[in-house]
T-cell receptor, first 118, second 111 residues
Framework: GAVVSQHPSWVICKSGTSVKIECRSL??????MFWYRQFPKQSLMLMAT?????????EQGVEKDKFLINHASLTLSTLTVTSAHPEDSSFYIC??????????????FGPGTRLTVL | GQNIDQPTEMTATEGAIVQINCTYQ??????LFWYQQHAGEAPTFLSY????GLEEKGRFSSFLSRSKGYSYLLLKELQMKDSASYLC????????????FGTGTRLLVSP
């Protein structure tokens, strides 16, 4: 149990285009999901906290208009990188905080999405 | 990471024991997690401590001292596949219970 999927696993796009990344909890309902970004040889940096049915809470320094987050259901959150630029190239990872099935104390991570902006 | 300190790199040999230390800011603390991450992959959960003491799970154990803001991950009988980054993460005592990660410790296990 407690499986989180992400789609796509990797994407290459042109500068100026938008990219949508999906994060799904497959066998549990996640009221809260988190989006992280990780640059090479660095640790995970939290970008935003996504709560089902409400607006996301962004960390300091993260542009909410550039990184659009939607958490429309208890099993799906999406991150859209708008007008992507080469400096947005990174490894984007989501995690989901489960309810009684997964254990509320643990975040389960998706496999990540490698974004390359040309 | 934000006030979470871990050694950057460690090396050890197969079959040995290694201890990875982590110190963190104690204010607003609500649990300490250890994750393993292989290059290019997402982190996988290893252990969770919220009370003082040692939690043992097979070859891996994790220790916590809340008063000292200190934790360690102990890996026994090291195997080559244990070569990875080990991330210490502090859970904050906020409504969202978010995790703040340390910079990670890259462990290289040699034959």
């Amino acid at each position: 149990g407690a499986v989180v999927s992400q789609h796509p696993s990797w994407v290459i796009c042109k500068s100026g285009t938008s990219v949508k990344i999906e994060c799904r909890s497959l066998d549990f309902q996640a009221t809260t999901m988190f989006w992280y970004r990780q640059f090479p040889k660095q640790s995970l940096m939290l970008m935003a906290t996504s709560n089902e049915g409400s607006k996301a809470t962004y960390e300091q320094g993260v542009e909410k208009d550039k990184f659009l987050i939607n958490h429309a259901s208890l099993t799906l959150s999406t991150l859209t990188v708008t007008s992507a630029h080469p400096e947005d190239s990174s490894f984007y990872i989501c995690s989901a905080r489960g309810g009684w099935l997964a254990g509320a104390d643990t975040q389960y991570f998706g496999p990540g999405t490698r974004l390359t902006v040309l | 990471g934000q006030n979470i300190d871990q050694p950057t790199e460690m090396t050890a040999t197969e079959g040995a024991i290694v201890q990875i230390n982590c110190t963190y800011q104690t204010s607003g603390f609500n649990g300490l997690f250890w994750y393993q991450q292989h290059a290019g992959e997402a982190p996988t959960f290893l252990s969770y401590n919220v009370l003082d003491g040692l939690e043992e799970k097979g070859r891996f154990s994790s220790f916590l001292s809340r008063s000292k803001g200190y934790s360690y991950l102990l890996l026994k009988e090291l195997q080559m596949k244990d070569s990875a980054s080990y991330l210490c993460a502090r859970r904050e005592n906020t409504g969202f219970q978010k995790l703040v990660f340390g910079t990670g410790t890259r462990l290289l296990v040699s034959p």
